[in-house]
């Protein structure tokens, strides 16, 4: 397995592209740690993986917390002796230009998408380098390399996701820790479902989250968590400081 007794952080994991990840994750033989606010939806997660032989650590907590961060990473070297792979993958979309953002709103969302980051890496890395290996993989978004319209705050954080990715990249390179981060288009998640749910006209919100794919669909939280997977795992072991576009065509 490609995974095999390798222990892997998984944030935002109660559901979409988390979920779908800890789940390969989990059949490539990871021992997880998964860590989500949603209680009850991360509780059902564990449940059905330990019932599939899964070696799982759940953890319910904000991921903009730095005492939440730090503990992450201590509990899991504490339950497990090692960390192998970090996949920030814990974020927020909220809608508005930056003109529209609140000073709230975009801290909240800085905290969410970005600082959580540089939390967990900071107390992260240095276990990697005791270990000489590790592998972070960084949820961007399409948002980061381009910009979204009417996305203001999000898509800044999510272009600091990248600057995160190549900074780490560039200066751990020698300790055998490598990063990438990973820039999806829309895809089928439970936020996207309520975003739409939430606006005057869901169905043509819905058509237009996907008219804007040319391939003419939004992607599934399963095709992200497969590149993932391919970023831990050492099929991917010449690679680092890259950001991983999968957009359906949308930025040709």
């Known amino acids: 397995m490609k995974l095999a007794r390798r222990v892997a952080i998984i944030t935002g994991a109660a559901a979409g592209i988390g ?7 989990a059949k490539e033989g990871a021992r997880l740690v998964l860590v989500d606010l949603q209680e009850d ?30 503990s992450v990473i201590d509990r899991t070297t504490a339950q497990f002796g090692r960390l192998d792979i970090l996949f920030n993958n814990a974020g927020i979309v909220l809608n508005g230009s930056l003109v529209d953002c609140t000073e709230e709103e975009w801290q909240r969302t800085m905290d969410i998408n970005l600082k959580s980051m540089y939390l967990l890496c900071r107390a992260a890395v240095p276990i990697m380098q005791r270990q000489g290996r590790g592998t972070i993989i960084n949820m961007s ?112």
Do not use: H, W
Not at 19 to 25: G, H, K, T, V
Not at 55 to 70: A, N
Not at 231 to 244: F, K, N, V
């Open 19 to 25: 979920e779908a990840s800890a789940r390969q994750f």
């Open 41 to 70: 939806a991360l509780s059902k997660l564990v449940e059905e993986l330990e019932q599939e032989s899964a070696i799982v650590l759940d953890i319910v907590g904000d991921v903009s917390s730095p005492s939440l961060c730090q």
């Open 141 to 252: 978004s399409i948002a980061g390399p381009t910009g979204v319209a009417n996305r203001g705050a999000y898509s800044v954080s999510k272009a600091g996701v990248i600057g995160l990715t190549k900074s780490l990249a560039m200066d751990f390179v020698k300790d055998g820790i490598r990063v990438n981060c990973i820039c999806p288009a829309t895809v089928d998640t439970p936020s996207l479902r309520q975003r739409i749910a939430n606006s005057p006209d869901p169905e043509a919100a819905r058509r237009a989250f996907i008219a804007r794919q040319p391939m003419g669909r939004i992607g599934t939280p399963e095709e992200i968590a497969a590149m993932a997977l391919f970023l831990a795992s050492d099929e991917s072991r010449y690679m680092t400081g890259q950001a991983i576009v999968m957009d359906g065509g949308m930025k040709l």
